[in-house]
């Protein structure tokens, strides 16, 4: 994107929030996102997702979809709440959504409780953050917030990319999970947020993904040509971060998918040891694992999904410009930028390799020999 296009979309945002009489500071999240994802007032501004939603479910049934992978009432329940609030702050604009749910199981035979559960929730906190009191939902209104999300997306016009609740499992654990947005403009990705609930405000370098309550919970976000930030859910107060920029194997630590299904874990294994990294990998949940390369957690991320599985856009778009405002590089395994501009899939080659710039040629190197060396042994 030319520097011309990247003024223009700072702009923006500027201009749309002064319209709305709010002030804007590139050192803090777009007004309309920090609406979003936190409360209306400074005692609230907690993401939606981590306190009442979070417990509600942790209570409810989990569904299985047609691939098997779990979906919760907060799955259904995060892409109506986005959808909808996105429609409320971004009126004047044609609405475009490309998301993971959609409301075919809600509407068939036995799904009405869980449609009800979910309207009832989804009303509830909307009436509790204050933001939008003045409206209550019906059912109705809940299945069409969920279904705009069926959009293809694609080369042409703006559309926005959300994972509602990416890393359902994660999730369930009480572990890593994230609400995660982002916004293609003409198949490119230009601003990207990821709301990481139960991520610590302290670097999880040593493996530790826990921490204390009230030290948990980050909001990153980045607009193409404007850096990343990140915040802490409860405060308005952001920094601007950068990814770990070592040119030292034996310094760089490796993330991974914490699910052995979602990644080739022996394929990583092989890389890491062809490159020299000595540290063991830390496995975890969802787009959280960009959250905390951009800020220089790790510095290696290696995702090889098994033969036959398509990534979707949902699931690397907002990760893939927070890590990429930060300095760092995501590639497939060619060493070629991800595509976003071809749907609803990405089409690469093999995986996804993220790290920083000076590491990344090295690390090609090693991916591509160890991949040949894992198929000449078949």
Same mark, same amino acid.
């Given at each position: ?79 109506? =709440? ?14 475009? #959504? ?92 230009? #601003? ?26 980050? =909001? ?54 062809? =490159? ?52 760092? #590089? ?49």
């Amino acid at each position: 994107m030319s520097v011309k296009m990247r003024k223009e979309w700072r702009m923006g945002w500027r201009e749309r929030a002064e319209g709305e009489g709010n002030s804007v500071n590139f050192g803090g999240c777009p007004p309309q996102l920090e609406a979003l994802f936190c409360g209306a007032k400074p005692s609230r501004r907690q993401v939606y997702f981590k306190q009442k939603m979070q417990k509600a479910i942790l209570q409810s049934d989990v569904q299985s979809k047609s691939d098997k992978s779990p979906v919760t009432v907060a799955d259904y329940g995060s892409q109506a =709440l986005v959808s909808y609030a996105l429609q409320r702050e971004l009126p004047s604009e044609l609405f475009s #959504l490309v998301a993971e749910e959609d409301s075919e199981d809600l509407l068939k035979d036995g799904g009405q409780e869980t449609l009800e559960r979910i309207t009832k929730l989804v009303n509830d906190i909307l009436a509790s953050d204050g933001s939008y009191s003045d409206s209550t939902l019906s059912t109705e209104d809940i299945v069409k917030a969920i279904d705009c999300g069926k959009s293809e997306g694609g080369s042409q016009g703006r559309h926005w990319v959300l994972d509602p609740i990416d890393g359902t499992k994660g999730f369930l654990r009480g572990d890593q999970y994230a609400i995660a947005l982002a916004l293609l403009d003409e198949g490119t990705v230009v #601003l990207g947020v990821l709301a990481c609930p139960n991520l610590p405000l302290t670097s999880i370098a040593g493996g530790s993904q826990h921490s204390l309550p009230g030290e948990v919970g980050c =909001l990153f976000f980045s607009v193409v040509g404007g850096g990343t930030y990140m915040q802490p859910l409860d405060s308005s107060s952001a920094v601007k971060v950068q990814v770990n920029a070592t040119d030292n194997p034996e310094e760089a630590s490796l993330f991974e998918s914490y699910e052995a299904a979602h990644s080739m874990h022996d394929l990583s294994s092989s890389i890491v040891k062809k =490159l020299g990294v000595k540290a063991p990998p830390v496995r975890i949940d969802s787009q959280a694992k960009y959250g905390a390369l951009s800020r220089g957690d790790g510095v290696i991320y290696l995702r090889f999904p098994h033969k036959g599985y398509r990534e979707k856009i949902w699931d690397h778009a907002a990760g893939c410009i927070v890590v990429s405002e930060a300095g760092g #590089l995501v590639t497939d395994v060619a060493g070629n930028p991800l595509d976003f501009s071809r749907g609803r899939y990405l089409d690469l080659d093999t995986g996804i390799i993220v790290t920083n710039q000076k590491l990344m040629p090295s690390l090609l190197k090693a991916v591509r020999e160890s991949i040949e060396e894992k198929a000449s042994s078949l």
